[in-house]
């Protein structure tokens, strides 16, 4: 029923980002805000922050943008890889002066000269009033997991002293914050607030004010949620932050209402109802299965087939409760059309009002299994009790802990005495009647130890 599509290993590099792997420090930019929203938070004596640019060949046009924000470098049409979007601190501080903390609100709007795309973004900033021992400067990125995140930063923390660099990404490694160390790479800092025994020793420069973080790009396939990243400087009575720069990594997940334009001719909306978890999809475009997969421009790409035509969508730019692109048809013969979808739904936690049974069906994948879980086919029966979920089927029981739309089961699944251990997350659809959901897996089995995935739908 559904087609699996990942790419290119791209989860388990995440995954080993986040567990202390180096990475190559010579790859472009490619993180946007640019159909999206960002919220840039400076304080007096921090330098400006700055946005990323994605690179296009015939460069930008600024067709529209607040006074407190420059294009660097100038003029408004510009090209290559160094191009960024930034505040002006010393004009923000000089608009604040009578009313501070002051907050701006503004509009940017680009236009691609190589696509001829207009582009857009919501802009906020705030200047806080701030004491010397609290003062921290704060950026919040939007972008979304078809995209590579280009962690590339210049970091400006206006004192000299000792810095930690930490990184944290609860739903990927809940309660685990890494160092990244002058080795070029990412080690445990600290387990649920606790640091471990050497992490005094993990700090990435001393005797600086200027911090380099050069990591490339980062796919953020199976990233979903918010990476973290924080400058600390150590003071007498413990680390005191300085600079905060969370990325809201957005996906397609989301319960959509699409509408198309044909040869102008706007038609009425429809439901699309689709689950991205862990790299993989599932769901449903209009009522029929989907199969999506990501472009080199970082766009997704969602295809089904109605049985007589074969429909592609590129959704080339989605916010929090937005997404825009084109669409064509195998009747087109290459001619697109513009479409919008508005969110009317986002994750609906595991609650209570899911117990019951559920009638699932699933496909796996696996390269290393010769056996198959098959945990997510047939009548399944659902518990829901807090914090806990009990999934069980003809004797054979899951047990685990949930948290928001997503489930840490373990148990014997496969007859005998094998351990089996899930991650799991799910979509529900507004009528709590239709799931679609993602899973990876691990099973342990004698001498065997072996992974695989699942993506599955359950109706009741």
């Not at 009647?433 to 130890?449: F, H, K, P, Q």
């Amino acid at each position: 029923m559904f087609s699996l599509v990942t790419k290119k290993s791209v989860f388990p590099l995440a995954v080993l980002f986040l567990l202390g792997f180096s990475l190559p420090s010579n790859q472009a930019m490619a993180a946007s805000i640019i159909g999206s929203s960002a919220r840039i938070t400076l304080t007096n004596m921090v330098s400006s922050q700055w946005l990323p640019l994605p690179t296009s060949n015939k460069g930008w046009k600024v067709m529209y943008s607040p006074d407190w924000l420059t294009l660097n470098p100038s003029p408004s049409t510009v090209d290559g890889e160094d191009n960024s979007i930034q505040p002006v601190s010393r004009l923000l501080i000089a608009l604040a002066s009578d009313t501070d903390p002051g907050h701006y609100f503004g509009r940017l709007v680009l236009k691609d000269l190589e696509t001829g795309q207009d582009w857009e973004a919501d802009v906020t900033a705030l200047v806080e009033d701030t004491t010397e021992s609290q003062e921290v400067a704060r950026a919040i990125f939007f972008t979304n997991t078809a995209q590579d995140l280009d962690l590339n930063m210049d970091i400006r923390t206006g004192r000299t002293g000792r810095y930690f660099l930490l990184m944290e990404h609860p739903q990927l490694a809940p309660g685990l914050k890494f160092a990244y160390v002058p080795q070029g790479k990412l080690v445990l800092f600290s387990n649920y607030g606790f640091p471990v025994a050497n992490a005094d020793d993990l700090y990435l420069a001393d005797g600086v004010s200027i911090l380099w973080l050069n990591l490339g790009e980062i796919p953020l396939v199976g990233l979903e949620g918010t990476l973290k990243i924080e400058v600390d400087q150590s003071t007498s009575t413990g680390l005191v932050p300085r600079q905060e720069t969370y990325f809201n990594i957005l996906s397609l997940s989301g319960d959509w209402m699409v509408s198309d334009t044909y040869k102008g001719t706007v038609y009425p909306e429809y439901r699309a109802l689709v689950h991205e978890g862990f790299g993989l999809f599932s769901g449903e475009w209009n009522g029929y299965p989907v199969s999506v997969s990501y472009s080199p421009q970082g766009w997704y790409v969602v295809e089904f087939s109605d049985g007589r035509y074969s429909y592609r969508y590129e959704v080339r730019s989605i916010s929090s409760g937005k997404m825009k692109g084109l669409w064509s048809y195998s009747g087109s013969h290459g001619e697109q059309y513009p479409f919008e979808g508005r969110k009317i739904g986002s994750f609906f936690p595991l609650s209570p009002g899911i117990n019951g049974p559920w009638s699932f069906v699933s496909v796996e994948t696996s390269d290393t299994c010769p056996v198959s879980p098959e945990f997510f086919d047939g009548m399944v029966d659902v518990s829901v009790s807090g914090d806990k979920i009990v999934l069980s089927r003809g004797g054979k029981t899951l047990q685990g802990s949930v948290n928001g739309n997503e489930a840490l089961l373990s148990g014997s699944w496969i007859e005998g005495e094998d351990s089996f251990g899930i991650r799991s997350s799910a979509t529900f659809s507004k009528e709590g009647n239709v799931v679609y959901g993602t899973a990876r897996w691990t099973l342990i089995s004698g001498g065997l130890s072996c992974e695989g995935s699942t993506v599955f739908e359950g109706r009741r």
